[in-house]
């Protein structure tokens, strides 16, 4: 059984920081792109950032420069790093992974919660 747990989520002041965390554990044959989406109320999930296994990593436009995702291939781990935080950034935050257990399949962690107070 494949799991993303992640973690690192809480309530934050408008301009502080975070940084996410997000393992993947179970029998994991290999993982390619691991990324990072974000569901605020009343609103549909969007893409926040992506990273290659090779560590190429992509962002949604509105984000770039205040968020960076990095990754730790050996802990099968994804991390987003996230500064100057301001108070539309308020949303549940989800970990997406495409993990190879056989074949490839599309995983999903539990989310968690950022709010970013005015």
């Known amino acids: 059984q494949v799991q993303l747990v992640e973690s690192g989520g809480g309530l934050v002041q408008n301009g502080g920081s975070l940084r996410l965390s997000c393992a993947a554990s179970?029998?994991?044959?290999?993982?390619?792109?691991m990324g990072w989406y974000r569901q605020a109320p009343r609103k549909q999930r969007e893409l926040v950032a992506i990273i290659t296994n090779g560590g190429i990593a992509n962002y949604a436009r509105s984000l770039k420069g205040r968020f960076t995702i990095s990754r730790d291939n050996a802990k099968n781990t994804v991390y987003l790093q996230m500064n100057s935080l301001k108070p539309e950034d308020t949303a549940v935050y989800y970990c997406?992974?495409?993990?190879?257990?056989?074949?490839?399949?599309?995983?999903w962690g539990q989310g968690t919660q950022v709010t970013v107070s005015s």
């Open positions: 997406n992974a495409h993990i190879v257990v056989g074949l490839i399949n599309d995983y």
């Open positions: 179970g029998r994991i044959d290999s993982i390619n792109n």
